[in-house]
């Protein structure tokens, strides 16, 4: 059998500070797998049971980050509930080399859907942009 796989992305996201927000305004670039729907952008679901590769990424960050903007993390979920899987990047004052990225490999069950969470913490208790976010998913 072949290999199904589907990319969606979102150019702009704002993320409020200390608030775990779903990444949920992805519009399809492609999907061989009908894994995304439009009535559900946040999520990818599974149809057939399998060995899954599924990552999302933020590629950049609408301004540099300053002072105020201390960390954020991306975190993973299976059926609304925390798979552990997350990564958190610590900022350095206008630096914006550190960008959240969570790739895994699962095996899922057919109805099975995944999401992903942004959080910050900013000094200021403001609000951040991120640009060019992507989810990925690959069957193997």
């Known amino acids: 059998s ?3 796989y589907a990319r969606v992305s979102d150019d702009n996201i704002i993320i409020t500070d200390a608030t775990e927000t779903v990444l949920n305004g992805f519009s399809e670039d492609f999907d061989t ?3 995304w729907a439009s009535g559900n952008p946040e999520r990818f679901t599974i149809s057939t049971a399998g060995l899954y590769l599924i990552r999302c990424a933020v590629q950049d960050i609408s301004s ?6 201390a960390w954020i ?9 925390t798979l552990g899987v997350d990564y958190r ?3 350095i004052a206008n630096d914006d080399n550190m960008l959240p990225y969570v790739q ?3 095996y899922a069950s057919a109805s099975d859907y995944f999401h992903f969470t942004l959080t910050q913490d900013r000094a200021d208790n ?5 640009d ?3 989810m990925e998913i690959v069957s193997l």
């Open 2 to 4: 072949h290999a199904t």
């Open 132 to 134: 060019n976010i992507v």
């Open 126 to 130: 403001g609000t951040h942009s991120y």
């Open 64 to 69: 540099t980050p300053d002072a105020t903007l």
């Open 73 to 81: 993390k991306m975190q993973a979920f299976r059926n609304g509930s």
């Open 104 to 106: 895994f490999l699962y």
């Open 89 to 91: 990047c610590e900022f």
């Open 33 to 35: 797998g009908t894994y």
